[in-house]
C-alpha cells in the first residue's frame, strides 16, 4: 500500500533561517506529488504541486520542492523563513492518477521572531 | 467567490445522536471528498465521490456515510457517533479526480461526541 512519511514532526526555527522538511513516500510508478499548508485557524491550501517535467518546482511565499524520483523524496524548502510561515505542512502523493490522494502525517512549524 | 463551506464549524453531540455535516462547493467540481484530522494521523479520507451518485469508502469509512443528489452538495452523515469520531472534519473538491488535481478544502468542522 502507499504510504507517505513526514519525519520532522515539529520544527522550530528563526526567522531568517532556512527550511527542509522531509517527505518521503512508498510508490514506484507514476506519482503527483503535493505540498498543503494549514495556517493557524484556517482551512489547508495548496502551496505547490508536481506532476511533471522539471522536478524543482516552485511554489506561493518563495517556497520550492524538488522531486528526486531515485530517493523517492518530494522535500519542500526556504531560503529564508519569516514569522508568518508558522503553520502545519502537509505533503501528499497520488499513485497513478488513481482516485485516491495519500496525506502524511503533517509537520509542525513554529517561527519565531 | 469559489469556495467550499461547511456547516456547522463546531458541534458538541452526545452518543448515539444523529447528525449531519454538509459540505457546498460552487466551482461545479465533480470530486468531492471528506477527511478526518487527528494529532499524529495527519488527513484521512473517509469517503469520496466522483460525480453525483457516485461515491465510495476511503481508508477510514467506518460510521460514516455520504450522499451525492446534487453536484455542489456532499453531506457527511454519522449515524450513531461514538467518541472516537471526535475529530476536525475537512471537505474538499476538484474539478479532477483527487490525486490528480488540487484539492480546495473547506474551513473545517470541529466534532466532539461526549
Known amino acids: 500500500a502507499q504510504s507517505v512519511s513526514q519525519h520532522n514532526h515539529h520544527v522550530i526555527l528563526s526567522e531568517a533561517a532556512s527550511l527542509e522538511l522531509g517527505c518521503n513516500y512508498s510508490?514506484?510508478?507514476?506519482?503527483?506529488l503535493f505540498w498543503y499548508v494549514q495556517y493557524p485557524g484556517q482551512h489547508l491550501q495548496l502551496l505547490l504541486k508536481?506532476?511533471?517535467?522539471?522536478?524543482l518546482v516552485k511554489g506561493i511565499k518563495g517556497f520550492e520542492a524538488e522531486f528526486i524520483k531515485s530517493k523517492f523524496s518530494f522535500n519542500l524548502r526556504k531560503p529564508s523563513v519569516q514569522w508568518s510561515d508558522t503553520a502545519e505542512y502537509f505533503c501528499a502523493v497520488n499513485a497513478d492518477n488513481t482516485d485516491k490522494l495519500i496525506f502524511g502525517t503533517g509537520t509542525r512549524l513554529q517561527v519565531f521572531p | 467567490e469559489a469556495q467550499v463551506t461547511q456547516n456547522p464549524r463546531y458541534l458538541i453531540t452526545v452518543t448515539g445522536k444523529k447528525l449531519t455535516v454538509t459540505c457546498s462547493q460552487n466551482?461545479?467540481?465533480?470530486?468531492m471528498s471528506w477527511y478526518r484530522q487527528d494529532p499524529g494521523l495527519g488527513l484521512r479520507q473517509i469517503y469520496y465521490s466522483m460525480n453525483v451518485e457516485v461515491t465510495d469508502k476511503g481508508d477510514v469509512p467506518e460510521g460514516y456515510k455520504v450522499s451525492r443528489k446534487e453536484k455542489r452538495n456532499f453531506p457527511l452523515i454519522l449515524e450513531s457517533p461514538s467518541p472516537n469520531q471526535t475529530s476536525l472534519y475537512f471537505c474538499?473538491?476538484?474539478?479532477?479526480?483527487?490525486?490528480?488535481?488540487?484539492?480546495?478544502f473547506g474551513p473545517g468542522t470541529r466534532l466532539t461526541v461526549l
Open positions: 510508490y514506484g510508478g507514476t506519482v503527483n
Open positions: 508536481y506532476f511533471s517535467g522539471d522536478p
Open positions: 466551482m461545479n467540481h465533480e470530486y
Open positions: 474538499a473538491s476538484s474539478k479532477l479526480a483527487g490525486g490528480a488535481d488540487t484539492q480546495y
